[in-house]
């Protein structure tokens, strides 16, 4: 099976394990920067060029792109799926899951349990949104970002709106959310893969930071994740319509809250941490995949 991984860093740990793994099962891995295709069209034809020349194309992509992928990289997608090739996950799931307010609303209308969240795209109900998630302190954050880029915590009303004003001159918006203090320290992270959970682990801030990504020095560890947050995480990766997904959850004192669903989740804090390995999981999801492909083409 050829495998194409849509990626601009080849050395970053998720893609270095699925590479590995792949080449283990004899599968010819290719890592592919989204930046060097041409994506060309034409009546009843679509095709590509890589690098300047024609592009022989491969079995499955997996994008492994992250919240901050570009239109460049979705348009990308869209045409690979346009030309009948199997991508997993798909670019409406991505596009869905990059959006930190989109994923919310979807989750909240389906009735799953999300932090308090408001969204005020004008400084003048600033307000009214701290007031509205319970007043400050509140969490800050981009509507897109990963490892904890983005996410600021505002003490009190000034400090929300000094952030809010840096984020709005800068033209970008603002989410505001509550700030839950019995889980100010951590979070769990929850690896699904084809509607089953792979792995968990349960995320620790470093000490004076609330971000409990691994990249801000938060520290992780094994666990085996309670019916409840399993059957969460399920829900929002199938919700997003995601196979491959990263799911985060608070833990508060009102049962698990869903705080943000990764559709390129990473999974060094899982091996690290003594867990399962989850790049064989995913190329036998992968596997799978293709396979259910080649008989639906005939």
Request: net charge positive; with cysteine.
């Amino acid at each position: 099976m050829r495998i194409g991984i849509l990626c601009r860093d080849a050395t970053l740990h998720g893609v270095r394990r699925i590479s590995e793994c792949g080449r283990r099962r004899k599968h010819r891995v290719r890592v592919l920067d989204p930046y060097r295709f041409l994506l060309k069209l034409s009546e009843g034809e679509i095709s590509l060029e890589f690098r300047g020349k024609p592009f022989p194309g491969a079995d499955v992509y997996l994008p492994r792109l992250g919240a901050n992928i570009s239109e460049h990289s979705l348009a990308l997608i869209r045409h690979l799926e346009a030309s009948g090739a199997l991508v997993v996950n798909n670019a409406r799931a991505i596009e869905t899951a990059r959006d930190k307010l989109r994923t919310l609303q979807l989750l909240a209308q389906e009735g799953l349990p999300v932090p308090k969240t408001a969204f005020a795209p004008d400084p003048a109900y600033l307000r009214a949104a701290l007031g509205s998630v319970g007043g400050a302190p509140v969490v800050m954050k981009l509507p897109r970002g990963t490892q904890g880029k983005g996410v600021m915590r505002a003490r009190d009303v000034e400090e929300a709106q000094a952030i809010s004003e840096v984020m709005w001159n800068l033209q970008r918006d603002a989410i505001v959310q509550e700030y839950v203090e019995e889980a100010r320290r951590g979070d769990l992270r929850i690896i699904v893969v084809g509607g089953e959970v792979a792995a968990a682990v349960r995320r620790r801030a470093s000490r004076d930071e609330f971000r409990t990504n691994l990249h801000r020095g938060g520290s992780v560890r094994k666990i085996t994740p309670t019916r409840r947050a399993s059957e969460l995480a399920k829900s929002a990766a199938e919700l997003c319509g995601l196979e491959i997904a990263g799911v985060d959850l608070l833990e508060t004192k009102r049962g698990p809250l869903v705080l943000e669903v990764n559709a390129a989740p990473g999974f060094e804090g899982v091996e690290r941490a003594g867990g399962p390995e989850v790049a064989p999981v995913i190329l036998d999801h992968v596997e799978r995949r293709f396979e259910e492909w080649k008989k639906k083409k005939g």
